[in-house]
């Protein structure tokens, strides 16, 4: 067993040069195993991610959750990908994300050799064990264009491979109990988490889409499907393209959510989609996430997510929903999986507030508006059109972002 430590003062210099360092650890051949912990100040002006690399490529992030964590050929911390340690110098990542002006003295410890703990795994595990499929609430059958099925869906939440509370396990079933027919599974800086999809989802019977909430100090994006890692650390204007390569989807996440909200240069050039109905948005009077979307442009696709993290997270999953039009053909869950991330390359969304809640569904070249009488539906020009109506259809005009609301100027319902 070998120990590589690091202990020094980081100050709001080391942070003004780059939010992100790296710390080097040599594996030799064979290792058996990395334990890596960090010791920092229990003050709430001090806050530190960490993540590691290897001599091969990225293998796990914890952000702020976790103080340890170990990665071995067989098993890893959860946040972290297992397999072999491959010589050569790997690398322990800090993020800088909150010093105090006095800055902080931090202890890195990395422990190469045997591992007879893996931070975490066994309390993963028993928690994984534990839940139970629950009851599917009556599904909610939506008017369709032909060919195609509208189906629910949550594009945001987290575990315990990241920042969670819960295993993945529970996300799919607090899924299955809002009703949801897909759930976009995206924790932060990692896809240690899409190994245990395909499983849980015959399990449990909901798409469990893989995702990745790209995370940084000044904005976050999910990119979803199995793409491998998007680097955070690089511009964010270099993961559109990265992403779109790699046959993955991206969306720009809360983009005005406190200081989550996305201030990331793009020059130009925008991701497919964008999420425009966050959890965070409680008043729907405040036209603040409309404005962005109609500044941003209508023609970037909807897409919603609870961003759920644990039971104080502001709503559960499927608040809001979001609804896709998927391949009628589509019926177990990774097929529902793969036809949603089809659904969102074409543009087929709209967002209610929950799974029963109003709604407003672009169907070729109409709208159908459901459980929304005396709104307004207002196209991207600016022209309204009266919902009298329970169940109403209106002609589908232009394309693009189309929103509903009420005479008090809430918004109820959005499409594209």
């Given at each position: 067993m070998a120990l590589t430590s690091f202990k020094r003062t980081w100050t709001l210099d080391d942070?003004?040069?780059?939010?992100?360092?790296?710390?080097?650890?040599?594996?030799?051949?064979?290792?058996?195993?990395?334990?890596?912990?960090?010791?920092?100040?229990?003050?709430?002006?001090?806050?530190?991610?960490?993540?590691?690399?290897?001599?091969?490529?990225?293998?796990?992030?914890?952000?702020?959750?976790?103080?340890t964590f170990a990665i071995t050929p067989d098993a890893a911390t959860p946040g972290y990908v297992p397999g072999e340690l491959e010589p050569g110098t790997w690398w322990i990542i800090l993020g800088l994300h909150r010093l105090p002006v006095e800055g902080a003295e931090l202890l890195v410890e990395a422990v190469t050799g045997k591992v007879s703990t893996i931070p975490g795994l066994a309390e993963y595990a028993a928690a994984t064990e534990a839940v139970v499929v629950p009851a599917r609430p009556p599904r909610r059958i939506l008017p369709a264009s032909d060919g195609l099925k509208w189906i629910a869906g949550d594009f945001h939440a987290h575990s315990l491979h990241s920042d969670g509370s819960t295993p993945i396990a529970n996300l799919a079933a607090l899924g299955v109990a809002a009703g949801l027919d897909v759930l976009a599974c995206t924790d932060h800086n990692t896809e240690a988490h899409h190994p245990e999809l395909p499983g849980?989802?015959?399990?449990?019977?909901?798409?469990?889409?893989?995702?990745?909430?790209?995370?940084?100090?000044?904005?976050?994006?999910?990119?979803?499907?199995?793409?491998?890692?998007?680097?955070?650390?690089?511009?964010?204007?270099?993961?559109?393209?990265?992403?779109?390569?790699?046959?993955?989807?991206l969306s720009i996440n809360h983009p005005l959510s406190g200081d989550c909200s996305w201030r990331q240069p793009l020059y130009g050039v925008h991701p497919p989609l964008a999420e425009i109905w966050h959890s965070s948005w409680l008043d729907r009077r405040w036209g603040g996430p409309i404005a962005w979307w109609e500044s941003w442009s209508l023609t970037t696709t909807p897409i919603g997510g609870s961003d759920w993290h644990n039971p104080s997270s502001l709503s559960l999953p499927g608040t809001p929903t979001t609804w896709l039009a998927v391949d009628a053909t589509a019926e177990t869950p990774n097929e529902l999986a793969e036809a949603a991330l089809e659904a969102l390359s074409a543009g087929r969304t709209s967002i209610s507030a929950d799974y029963n809640a109003p709604v407003v569904l672009r169907n070729t070249n109409e709208f159908v508006i459901l459980n929304a009488p005396n709104t307004v539906l207002i196209s991207p020009d600016g022209t309204r059109q009266a919902v009298r109506t329970a169940t109403e259809t209106l002609p589908a005009l232009h394309p693009g972002g189309h929103v509903l609301a009420t005479h008090t100027g809430e918004f109820v319902s959005v499409t594209h």
């Open positions: 942070r003004a040069e780059s939010v992100w360092h790296s710390l080097p650890v040599d594996i030799p051949p064979g290792c058996e195993g990395l334990l890596v912990t960090l010791t920092a100040p229990a003050l709430d002006s001090v806050v530190i991610d960490i993540g590691c690399e290897g001599a091969a490529g990225w293998r796990g992030w914890s952000g702020g959750a976790r103080n849980l989802s015959d399990r449990f019977g909901i798409g469990l889409i893989p995702g990745q909430e790209v995370t940084t100090e000044s904005g976050h994006a999910n990119a979803f499907g199995q793409i491998g890692v998007i680097d955070f650390r690089r511009s964010a204007h270099e993961w559109i393209p990265e992403v779109a390569t790699r046959g993955g989807l």
